[in-house]
Antibody, heavy 118, light 110 residues
Framework: QLQLQESGSGLVRPSQTLSLTCAVS??????????WAWIRQPPGKGLEWIGH???????YYNPSLKGRVTISIERSRTQLSLNLTSVTAADTAVYYC??????????WGQGTLVTVSS | QSVLTQPPSVSGAPGQRVTISCTGS?????????VQWYQQFPGTAPKVLIY???NRPSGVPDRFSGSKSGTSASLAITGLQAEDEADYYC??????????FGGGTKLTVL
């Protein structure tokens, strides 16, 4: 059974870079024709798609993030990565990684809370 | 502000039928993109409930059903149970292939 687990810094200073990884187990991140996505949820609010990367390496990002986001797959370590630069308090959220199948997301990781604060 | 519009809350008594609407535009749902529905309990990750407008993954009770028409979609829950109390989100794509979500609907079982 495929499982995803997010990890990374839970506290990021304003203007710094948020970096998260998503470990994939019980399956391969390199096969199956799936995409791999990051989705976030600010406290008490709804879901926001950050972006995803296809099996071929093409990336698709939320235009609202204005070029601050980079999603990549560390193939040698079967991990998905997220970098979000120049963070502000508005980037405080629970960050989820998920597999795209390809139009829906399943499964999801349990999520990791990232707080942007000085 | 979310691209897809959902009612903030709906409620129903046990055994009743409730529906949750998801309204988009000609740039997303109306452009022919499939709609998905997710269920989220407090403190947990969302779980797909309906994919491809009206398909249920294995393990999802047939009390849950989805439909789509024009620029809108709906999730129907029949035989409402206390354990259905959760947040529900719709999801689709737009013409730029961006993923779009609804703002979410909190279902309260009275």
């Amino acid at each position: 059974q495929l499982q995803l687990q997010e990890s990374g810094s839970g506290l990021v200073r304003p203007s710094q870079t948020l970096s998260l990884t998503c470990a994939v187990s019980g399956g391969s991140i390199r096969s199956g024709g799936y995409s791999w996505a990051w989705i976030r949820q600010p406290p008490g609010k709804g879901l926001e798609w950050i972006g995803h990367i296809s099996q071929s390496g093409n990336t698709y990002y939320n235009p609202s993030l204005k070029g601050r986001v980079t999603i990549s797959i560390e193939r040698s370590r079967t991990q998905l990565s997220l970098n979000l630069t120049s963070v502000t308090a508005a980037d405080t959220a629970v960050y989820y990684c998920a597999r795209g199948s390809p139009n829906w997301f399943d499964p999801w990781g349990q999520g990791t809370l990232v707080t942007v604060s000085s | 502000q979310s691209v897809l519009t959902q009612p903030p809350s709906v409620s129903g008594a046990p055994g009743q039928r409730v529906t949750i609407s998801c309204t988009g535009s000609s740039s997303d749902i109306g452009a022919g993109y499939d709609v998905q529905w997710y269920q989220q309990f407090p403190g947990t990750a969302p779980k797909v409930l309906i994919y491809g407008n009206n398909n249920r993954p294995s393990g999802v009770p047939d009390r849950f059903s989805g439909s789509k028409s024009g620029t809108s979609a709906s999730l129907a829950i029949t035989g409402l149970q206390a354990e259905d109390e959760a947040d529900y989100y719709c999801q689709s794509h737009d013409r730029s292939l961006s993923v779009v979500f609804g703002g979410g609907t909190k279902l309260t079982v009275l």
